[in-house]
């Protein structure tokens, strides 16, 4: 089955508890991305990969870190996670094609800092 | 700066009826993607329907539509014979860009009995 799996899938941590978010996706997909999602601010993006070892800055990379070591994985790296980062994550893959760019999105990760 | 506005923050629907969801966006680009994502109590982020702005023909997928103005950019959603498990958030979202999704803010759909 096609799919983006993220683990875990919730989780409450304290500042400064250096957290990861894994991310793995099984359809072969070039371009990944992490958004998170805020009340009355819908979903915005974090950082986005479009190929192994190239990644970028997103809308608010702000104390996040990634990674694309291999294709399939892209984990979210928070080194010093602060309360203003509880939100919902979510991880998303597609095709680096432009007819093709359909992105698939993860069941999401609800992470808590206290 | 917002992109992507949904005017309507929430709204209702009696369960067989008809219901529209607003959007509109800001771009520049010619060619470009729209698309609407259904976000049910689960949290899943579900693809509703996609529109490429090349194509004139409005996209449709059974009882989803939408109609896409593209002078206006404008991309509505209309959802037909509503059903209980059409209650979810709604986004809209495009791509003009790279590879980004520019999300609105969402549009709450309760379908009541």
């Known amino acids: 089955e096609a799919q983006v799996t993220q683990n875990p899938r919730y989780l409450i941590t304290v500042t400064g508890k250096k957290l990861t978010v894994t991310c793995s996706q099984n359809m072969n997909h070039e371009y990944m991305s992490w958004y998170r999602q805020d009340p009355g601010l819908g979903l915005r993006q974090i950082y986005y990969?479009?190929?192994?070892?190239?990644?970028d800055k997103g809308d608010v990379p702000e104390g996040y870190k990634v990674s694309r070591k291999e294709k399939r994985n892209f984990p979210l790296i928070l080194e010093s996670p602060s309360p203003n980062q509880t939100s919902l994550y979510f991880c998303a893959s597609s095709f680096y094609q432009r007819g093709r760019n359909i992105q698939y999105f993860g069941a999401g990760t609800r992470l808590s800092v206290l | 700066a917002q992109t992507v506005t949904q005017s309507q923050p929430e709204m209702s629907v009696q369960e067989a009826e008809t219901v529209t969801l607003s959007c509109t966006y800001d771009t520049s680009e010619n060619n470009y993607y729209l698309f609407w994502y259904k976000q049910p109590p689960s949290r899943q982020m579900i693809l509703v329907i996609r529109q490429e702005a090349y194509k004139q023909q409005n996209a449709t997928e059974n009882r989803f539509s939408v109609n896409f103005q593209k002078a206006a950019k404008s991309f509505s959603l209309k959802i037909s014979d509503s059903q209980l498990g059409d209650t979810a958030m709604y986004f809209c979202?495009?791509?003009?860009?790279?590879?980004?999704?520019?999300f609105g803010k969402g549009t709450s759909l309760l379908v009541t009995p």
């Open positions: 990969s479009m190929n192994v070892e190239v990644t």
């Open positions: 979202a495009f791509i003009e860009n790279g590879y980004a999704l520019n």
